[in-house]
């Protein structure tokens, strides 16, 4: 029941930081985004106080001090909130049209279906944990770094495997896998639940940039829904060479591997190209997540930019807009986006650029980003690495530059304390190198 708790609260915390930077076009856009930012800031905070007591017996007894740190916070956001100082959460209107119940019966299948693959790879029975063949390998370190903080005390940290020296690995998703069991829940429904919640609300950030980019919730639907198919097409020759449904049922079935691809890769039979990957690895879809909620706020901004420059253009009594027109000129809403409409044309002569919407009011969300992406080192090395190159050629190629800026030093500040400890030390294999030079 703790480990729940736990859960919901940080939950609503993600929710209460959230909605006070960023606005969203659905519910579901909104939840997922305070499932996975809860998530991350829960864990980081649960295991820094954890490290600052690893002097103690039972380090994740004060580690759980999170429970009145957060119902602090909230109680505090909260006033702030009736204050007025920090609204409600906002929603773009309008978006895009579809059905909204469509929306939530494909988050429901995806529910099921996810929580089908969780606990078909991963289970618990008498005490055993039961693990699928094609998991084993990679779950033998994973669940060994969860139950080194569940049943031992792994502060500082260390990799379970080699003694002595410390941690390589982004390790914080199995960290608070193992918290959770420390609260009271069994180790495959401590890591299955955070898997389920995480990969179902990646799928939801999935279906929004659909709905964002192309204004069509079908079009993030189909997106969402290819996850699930295997990337490549060598299933074809398969099937057809079975002769028969029948046959090629009892082929599918009864099938210890995967498809080779056409690609000359090693470890083809592994499932480099299938959904195993985030079976194996499932602190993916999280790290994965929290770069398509940086994406998408950044997108919603972008698309404010026009609406700027036309509501700054100066006006002149011959170039007047019409009335219908003026309606439809916005300037920023609480949360520094493009949603309310102008009630009075701006003063002749006005300058143009970006007035009605300075840096000042702008950056805090942009850094609030920042903030996210920095903290995923330690969650997901690889996700953040992939989040540079993204940003990089958003920075070059699209405006806001001076808040991207503000978001790229962020989390540069934020991540290379972890990149360092992470990639430095005494043991005997450093991490690879990202880049080769020459």
């Known amino acids: 029941m703790l480990a729940l708790i736990y859960l919901a609260i940080a939950v609503y915390l993600g929710d ?12 579901p856009h909104r939840w997922a985004a305070a499932a996975l930012v809860g998530l991350l800031v829960s864990s980081w905070f649960t295991y820094l106080v954890g490290l600052a007591f690893a002097h103690t017996s039972k380090p994740l007894v004060w580690a759980n001090l999170f429970f009145a740190v957060a119902a602090a916070a909230i109680s505090l956001l909260n006033r702030r909130s009736s204050c007025g ?8 209107q309008p978006r895009a049209p579809g059905s909204e119940t469509w929306d939530w019966i494909t988050l429901g299948l995806y529910g099921v279906l996810v929580s089908w693959m969780m606990f078909a790879s991963l289970n618990s029975s008498a005490g055993n944990l039961q693990i ?8 033998g370190p994973n669940t060994a770094i969860m139950q080194s903080f569940a049943v031992g005390h792994n502060f500082p940290t260390e990799y379970p495997h080699f003694s002595g020296d410390r941690i390589r690995y982004h390790f914080l998703f199995y960290f608070q896998a ?10 495959a429904w401590s890591l ?13 950030l999935v279906m929004v940039l659909g709905d964002v980019l192309f204004n069509s919730r079908a079009v993030g639907r189909v ?4 996850f699930f198919f295997f990337g490549s097409l060598s299933y074809v020759p398969f099937v057809y060479k079975q002769g028969s449904v029948h046959a090629a049922i009892q082929a599918i079935l009864h099938r210890r591997e995967f498809l080779p691809t056409i ?14 990957t985030f079976l194996n690895q499932r602190h993916l879809a999280s790290a994965i997540g929290m770069l398509l909620l940086v994406l998408i706020f950044l997108v919603l901004r972008y698309r404010s930019v026009p609406a700027k ?27 520094g986006d493009l949603t309310q409409p102008e009630s009075s044309p701006r003063p002749t002569g006005e300058s143009p650029a970006f007035t009605a919407e300075t840096f000042r009011v702008t950056a805090p969300a942009f850094i609030f980003s920042g903030v996210l992406l920095g903290l995923l080192p330690m969650w997901n090395s690889a996700a953040f690495i992939a989040a540079f190159p993204v940003l990089a050629l958003l920075l070059i190629l699209c405006p806001l530059r001076p808040q991207m800026l503000g978001l790229a030093i962020t989390a540069g500040a934020i991540a290379l304390p972890q990149i360092l400890y992470l990639s430095t030390g005494s043991g005997r294999t450093p991490t690879p190198k990202l880049i080769h030079w020459g």
């Open 85 to 92: 100082s920090n609204p409600d959460a906002a929603f773009i």
């Open 132 to 139: 699928a063949n094609n998991e084993y390998s990679d779950f």
């Open 192 to 204: 299955n639940l955070l898997s389920i919640v995480s990969l179902v609300a990646m799928l939801a």
């Open 16 to 27: 209460q930081l959230c909605r006070r930077f960023y606005r969203f076009v659905s519910v």
């Open 263 to 276: 690609f000359p890769y090693r470890g083809e039979l592994w499932g480099t190209w299938s959904q195993v």
């Open 223 to 226: 997106g969402s829904a290819l």
């Open 309 to 335: 420059q036309v509501a700054q253009r100066p006006l002149t009594d011959t170039a007047a807009p019409e009335p219908s027109a003026r309606a439809e000129i916005s300037k920023p809403g609480p949360h």
């Open 178 to 187: 193992g918290n959770l069991e420390f609260l009271g829940l069994d180790p």
